[in-house]
């Protein structure tokens, strides 16, 4: 006699399959969401290595501590300038942030020192200086090119050798020159006391007795293009079209005929970028970045047809020199804040930067907006926390009952299965529901860890005691051993229905835990350290609470 599948055997039969031993689900899917939780770090590290850093050759004793040499290899990349003979002389103009020299040759940076950043977190430290990481000798350099010709710096006269501004100051430099068949060139740059952002012009006059075209070109200049240690971008960077370009180490050169938003030379912390006008860009100003194995160079090109004798052209541009404060470049709407690499959950990482700059500025102090951050986050979840921990307790109440179903049904797996998911469909128990606050806590723990690694508002930043900075580790491990503690501790209170081989395994997961947070950043430590005694606090809390406690 032949047996006839009915549909509602094969739904019985699809409802067995689904129920597969629900305790080995919950293990595995806590079990891939701390691989994934802690293995972020090292599967970026995976994708994108870090490549070493060049090393120096030995200086002899007494030779400059920053030599311009990778600035000059990184302006042969460019097409070569003819030779300057005119003696060098510089400009110096100096905010309540930043300090700036200006030389002659080119109208150019030779150095740009950030006062409110220094370069290690050391009382001795001198202060990061963007002339000797991103905006090397030749950055801002002005060169004027004749058709069918090549690259040639203008020498200018500066107007001013010193120049002072207090916050509420406004004031300009100008540097004017002479250039190839006659073109007058006239230089101005306009600062502010209170920002990072400068605006410059260009003005081209035809003072000889023929009609010229000519290729006008502003440049920055940096290193190789190389990837730091924790796998941040170094060298060029353009915003074209609303999508960020990286330029890696050894990619070809990359070039657009249409000006973009912006275009610069970067680092993880700090960015040195053009802005064309929309003048600019309507012109058609075409830009180009390098990245060779010695430097690297970001540039913009405006054409200039058929400029008749006493007639000029001007064109402009803004210019930013300064750090990735993210509030700050958003406040300037020209996208620079998108040249900060929040990573994969940036739709976390920049709502949770904002909050903590918030917080910051009414508590002083980045560890304690941490402690509130991760308060009102426990808040937030604590719904969803007590369901977890009241579906815990009501697994370990009917495990007499599984084990009941487990012995009756030991020889027969899918009805083991259907008893099983009839059983919790009774008690309105979710088998999974235990692990639910550990995976929906993946997102802001990796979006946490890219804040603390890329913002440069925590760089630097100390909590207090022997905690100096919470975008490093913990120097003496204090924090992380005391968050092991607490983990272990909470382990101990969680109710647990798996059996005692997992009971194991679950307790030995602290000491994991533990060694993994050695080497994270001590503010990823304090927030998930206050976020395990907050999790004590209402475990004990919703344990002792009658409401949910059984006769």
Not at 213 to 235: I, R
Not at 275 to 299: D, F, I, L, V, Y
């Amino acid at each position: 006699m032949t047996a006839v599948t009915t549909p509602s055997h094969k739904r019985r039969t699809t409802t067995m399959n689904k129920g597969f031993d629900t305790e080995k689900r919950i293990l595995l899917a806590i079990t891939l969401s701390m691989g994934f939780l802690f293995g972020y770090p090292y599967i970026v590290k995976w994708i994108n290595p870090p490549k070493a850093a060049p090393q120096e050759a030995k200086k002899p004793e007494g030779a400059p501590s920053q030599p311009e040499a990778p600035a000059q290899a990184a302006k042969a990349e460019l097409p070569k300038a003819a030779p300057v003979q005119r003696k060098e002389e510089l400009s110096t103009v100096e905010t309540p942030l930043w300090k700036a020299v200006f030389t002659n040759k080119g109208g150019g940076v030779k150095s740009w020192e950030l006062k409110k950043y220094t370069a290690k977190n050391a009382p001795d430290s001198p202060v990061v200086n963007l002339g000797q990481t991103i905006a090397l000798k030749g950055s801002l350099d002005t060169r004027v090119m004749p058709e069918a010709g090549t690259y040639e710096d203008v020498v200018f006269d500066a107007a001013s050798r010193e120049t002072v501004l207090q916050e509420a100051d406004a004031k300009e430099i100008v540097f004017t020159g002479t250039a190839v068949k006659g073109i007058r060139v006239e230089k101005r740059y306009r600062f502010t006391g209170n920002g990072y952002i400068m605006d410059a012009e260009v003005r081209l006059v035809n003072g000889g007795r023929e009609t010229v075209s000519l290729k006008a070109q502003t440049a920055l200049s940096g290193p190789a293009a190389v990837k730091d240690m924790t796998g941040y971008h170094s060298g060029p960077v353009i915003y074209d079209k609303e999508n960020v370009i990286r330029h890696k180490e050894k990619e070809a050169d990359k070039t657009g005929e249409a000006g973009p938003r912006w275009i610069g030379m970067e680092d993880k912390y700090f960015l040195a970028a053009l802005m064309p006008s929309a003048q600019m860009r309507k012109a058609q100003a075409g830009w180009k970045t390098e990245a060779g194995a010695t430097g690297s160079a970001a540039s913009l090109d405006v054409p200039v047809a058929n400029l008749a004798p006493g007639t000029q052209v001007s064109f402009s541009y803004g210019v930013f020199m300064g750090p990735k404060e993210y509030d700050m470049l958003l406040a300037q709407k020209d996208s620079l804040e998108e040249s900060i690499e929040f990573g994969l959950f940036s739709f976390l990482a920049k709502p949770s930067l904002v909050v903590l700059n918030f917080f910051k500025r009414y508590l002083a102090n980045y560890g304690v907006a941490i402690v509130v951050f991760t308060v009102i986050l426990k808040i937030v979840f604590y719904p969803l926390t007590k369901k977890s921990l009241d579906s815990m307790r009501g697994m370990k109440d009917i495990q007499p009952q599984l084990a009941a179903i487990k012995e009756k049904y030991k020889d027969n797996k899918e009805r083991l299965n259907k008893e099983m998911m009839e059983l919790y469909k009774r008690y309105k128990i979710n088998p999974l529901g235990g692990c639910l606050p550990m995976v929906l806590q993946i997102p802001v723990f990796i979006a946490l860890y890219e804040v603390l690694y890329v913002a440069i508002d925590l760089r630097h930043a100390p909590l207090g005691l022997w905690i100096r900075d919470l975008s490093d580790k913990d120097p003496y491990y204090i924090t992380p051993i005391i968050m092991g503690a607490t983990m272990f501790l909470q382990q101990k209170m969680t109710p647990t229905t798996a059996d005692p081989m997992q009971a194991k395994i679950m307790l030995f997961m602290p000491v994991i835990f533990t060694y993994m947070f050695l080497s994270f950043p001590s503010g990823l430590v304090l927030y998930w350290l206050v976020n395990n005694l907050l999790s004590i606090g209402q475990q004990y809390w919703i344990q002792r609470t009658p409401a949910a406690a059984k006769a």
